[in-house]
């Protein structure tokens, strides 16, 4: 079991331009949620998919956009980038469903850098 | 709305003596309550959670919570530390719904735990 992976783990971007990153989440879960770590902070909620549709969103502007695919990987899509989302991305999947609150898994997350 | 509030950004114990990292919530109802690690460059790793029944969990690596609703505290303690429990500790609640699940985390801070020789 490969576990949550993410891709890539290092990137860097020029202020203003678009990022998209990636999420494989753990085999047998279907719910992939992304947080935003920054230097220094806990993980802040950004969104999160189930079933291909956004389920809940904590407060990150529009600039932040998702998807989830039907073989439920994910996508996080930043635009307009800012040095302020310089941070360690992380993904986390479950399994939802009927089971009320299993474990999350996160993966290593990536480490975007603006500048 | 839930949050979660860990005293103390770094603590600093020697090899063997009692871990004890504090983590205290508030919540409008029942919470889940976890406890991460997180190790330099890498993601969160579950130590334990808090969901229903016993109040005192135990968890990987010899770390242990007790849930204690009257002080809405979720302290992390280990007995003994090891050099290789220096990391970040993330204490985290977890937003749930009725509905079937939700798992959506609202994390504290973190602490800063080094272990001394």
């Known amino acids: 079991d490969a576990g949550v992976t993410q891709s890539p783990t290092h990137l860097i971007k020029t202020r203003g331009q678009q990022v998209t990153l990636r999420c494989s989440p753990k085999s047998g879960h279907d719910t992939v949620s992304w947080y935003q770590q920054a230097l220094g902070q806990g993980p802040q909620f950004i969104f999160q998919y189930y079933e291909e549709e956004e389920r809940q969103r904590g407060n990150f502007p529009d600039r932040f956009s998702g998807h989830q695919f039907p073989n439920y990987s994910s996508e996080l899509n930043v635009n307009a980038l800012l040095l302020g989302d310089s941070a360690l991305y992380l993904c986390?999947?479950?399994?939802?469903?009927?089971?009320?609150?299993?474990?999350?898994?996160f993966g290593q997350g990536t480490r975007l850098t603006v500048v | 709305a839930q949050s979660v509030t860990q005293l103390g950004s770094h603590v600093s114990v020697s090899e063997g003596a009692l871990v004890l990292l504090r983590c205290n919530y508030s919540s409008s109802v029942p919470p889940y309550l976890f406890w991460y690690v997180q190790y330099p460059n890498q993601g969160l790793q579950l130590l334990l959670k808090y969901t229903t029944g016993a109040t005192l969990v135990k968890g990987i690596n010899g770390f242990e919570a007790e849930f204690k609703k009257s002080e809405t505290s979720f302290h992390l303690t280990k007995p003994s530390a090891h050099m290789s429990d220096a990391a970040e500790y993330f204490c985290a609640v977890s937003d749930v719904r009725l509905t079937g699940g939700g798992n959506k985390l609202t994390f504290g801070t973190g602490t800063q735990l080094k272990v001394e020789l």
């Open positions: 986390a999947s479950s399994l939802e469903g009927i089971r009320v609150n299993t474990e999350a898994f």
